[in-house]
């Protein structure tokens, strides 16, 4: 559990946005342990293959997109899940490719929805204060798709430990993900907390 990893990209607007060390920090403050870091700009084959990990994805972001536009009173654009979620996808690919991403692997307790929760709802626009989305972002299913674009998001985290593994497989070599020790460590997870007094 200790180990648990998850994988967070600081998207192309994130980057723009001059986010990077103030998402670093946030990750770096809870305690979590970076393990893995790159700058790439992505292709668009890896994106495809990225949000197609989970063959259930394309469902699955097509729902959420109708129950967020009902949520609000409001008719989405299409009543099919399947093809928001293409649409989506497609949209996806033109976004992350636009320019530089920071892909990261964060290592420690509860890492997926640790950072889930650091990175806040998929919808800006009612993402929670306090959350990285919520405080830098004010982006909305509405705008995105009267722009016909992705929503602009500054970052992704995985969603679930399975999730995870398939993304850092995908995204990083096995000998690019450092197994190190931080001081913090034994703060953290040492379970008699001793050696602190001299
Ligand atoms: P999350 O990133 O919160 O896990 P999803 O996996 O459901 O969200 O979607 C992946 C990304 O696709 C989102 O972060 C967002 O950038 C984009 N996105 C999701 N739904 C839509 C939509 N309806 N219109 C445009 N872009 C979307
Ligand atoms: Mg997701």
């Not at 084959?45 to 394309?58: F, M, N, Q, R």
């Not at 929805?113 to 004010?138: A, N, Y």
């Not at 705008?143 to 990083?172: C, P, Q, Y």
């Amino acid at each position: 559990m200790k180990t648990e990893k998850t994988f967070v990209i600081i998207k192309p607007d994130g980057v723009q946005r001059s986010l990077i060390g103030e998402i670093i920090g946030r990750f770096e403050r809870v305690g979590l342990k970076l393990v893995a870091m790159k700058m790439v700009v992505p292709t668009e084959e890896i994106v495809g293959s990225h949000y197609t990990l989970d063959p259930a994805w394309i469902k699955k972001v097509g729902e959420k997109s109708i129950k967020g536009y009902e949520s609000k009173g409001q008719v989405p654009p299409s009543k099919d899940p399947i093809e928001l979620g293409n649409r989506v996808l497609e949209v996806l690919k033109k976004y992350f490719t636009s320019g530089p991403v920071v892909a990261m692997v964060w290592q420690g307790a509860h890492a997926v929805p640790v950072v889930r929760k650091i990175v806040g709802g998929t919808e800006p626009l009612t993402s929670d204060v306090g959350t990285i989305r919520g405080d830098f972002v004010l982006d909305s299913y509405q705008m995105s798709d009267t722009d016909g674009r992705a929503i602009r998001n500054v970052i992704h985290a995985s969603g679930s430990v399975d999730e995870a593994k398939n993304e850092i497989d995908l995204w990083f070599k096995k000998e690019n993900i450092i197994n190190y020790r931080l001081v913090q460590d034994a703060i953290l997870y040492d379970v008699n907390l001793d050696g602190l007094l001299e």
